[in-house]
């Protein structure tokens, strides 16, 4: 179901006994914006909550980046936009029936929120941050399909572990709650006191935390081909898949460094806009949805500069800092085009200009296998 959807909206903001209504009603105690337009939205935000107005739109203009002319413009067109008519009310015969309410119970205060979506990708799912009195309190995660709830599910799993064990000076968010809304998993995390949370540059990605993880989350002498991560893959990449995929998979299976690559862990999305710093200097780490042991070690670095740096060039500099030999380097680069391509599938966004991009890397990869 489309993101933009207004039933699939409903789902999300009122759940299975509430009802979602175009247009202003007086009196309801839930009004939102749906931004930037009301057929499409990517944010959903409560018209009385002029703080949570001004994120959303210093996030939907700021592409990522932090500048001060962003923010400046955002507080000053968060109180026009704020004065505007809703473009959706809730009602609910459930006075506990809305994400709202049930998140005002959860956090023992009432809140009110600002709803984000991004387009259509592999991880798409809301993102619903919490204010009480112009304060954000907490970050919910939403899983309301079966993909997601299986990545709002394993980010729980994450964060309760490093809570428990906690990487050496990294800050990752605190859990609150985990339980569920309606049909969707439900992740409520404490917010991070960071600096800037729209993330820090590539050239500040703390490259030596991650070998460090990694180091720790070695399997000595374990195998990638008897890994659930490897074993899953085939099925996640789709029931019948591309004569490319099989391509791809058996000649991973044929060369003869795939028995040697050695096993760890990665974060699955290690990226700028997932790092930042505290207000007393910490490294600060969080969306740990895609987190996962039993992967070969290497993949944090390709994806850092595949989705978001210098290419395979850039990553292969990385995996050769991490003591990877070169002659592994190729194989870990169709490896990481598979769960990207899995992700996609997973996703149904098939489609997209972004899969495209990695069904055609993947493609030549193979047509150079040395």
Request: proline share 6%.
């Amino acid at each position: 179901m489309s993101a933009t959807s207004h039933d699939w909206w409903q789902r999300v903001l009122t759940g299975p006994a509430g009802t979602l209504v175009v247009g202003d009603e007086d009196g309801s105690a839930e009004r939102y914006a749906a931004l930037p337009r009301a057929n499409s939205p990517r944010v959903v935000v409560d018209v009385a909550c002029r703080v949570a107005m001004s994120d959303a739109l210093e996030r939907m203009a700021s592409s990522r980046s932090s500048n001060s002319t962003v923010r400046s413009m955002a507080s000053s067109l968060s109180p026009l936009v704020s004065r505007r008519k809703a473009d959706w009310s809730v009602r609910s015969p459930d006075p506990v029936g809305t994400l709202r309410s049930h998140l005002s119970e959860i956090l023992g205060v009432a809140v009110q929120l600002s709803v984000a979506v991004g387009p259509p990708r592999p991880n798409l799912k809301p993102i619903v941050r919490c204010y009480n009195d112009d304060r954000l309190v907490a970050v919910a995660k939403l899983g309301p399909d079966s993909h997601t709830k299986k990545m709002v599910e394993n980010e729980t799993v994450w964060l309760s572990a490093l809570m428990e064990s906690p990487l050496p000076e990294v800050v990752t968010p605190e859990v609150l709650h985990d339980g569920s809304f309606g049909d969707s998993a439900l992740l409520v995390t404490a917010p991070l006191d960071l600096v800037d949370d729209l993330g820090v540059t590539i050239g500040e990605m703390p490259n030596e935390t991650l070998r460090e993880f990694l180091r720790s989350r070695v399997h000595e002498g374990a195998s990638v081909s008897e890994s659930a991560w490897w074993a899953e893959l085939g099925d996640r990449l789709g029931d019948e898949p591309q004569p490319l995929f099989n391509s791809a998979i058996s000649q991973v299976i044929a060369d003869p460094f795939f028995a040697a690559l050695e096993v760890s862990a990665w974060h699955g999305d290690w990226s700028p806009w997932n790092t930042g710093r505290t207000s007393d200097g910490r490294l600060a780490i969080w969306d740990w949805e895609r987190a996962t042991s039993g992967v070969p070690t290497g993949l944090d670095a390709l994806h850092l500069h595949y989705q978001y740096g210098s290419g395979f060039g850039g990553a292969t500099l990385e995996l050769a800092e991490q003591g990877i030999p070169q002659a592994h380097h190729r194989l870990l680069h169709i490896m990481y085009l598979l769960e990207v391509c899995a992700r996609h599938n997973e996703a149904g966004a098939l489609d997209t200009p972004r899969h495209k991009e990695t069904e055609e890397t993947l493609r030549r990869m193979l047509d150079d296998w040395a």
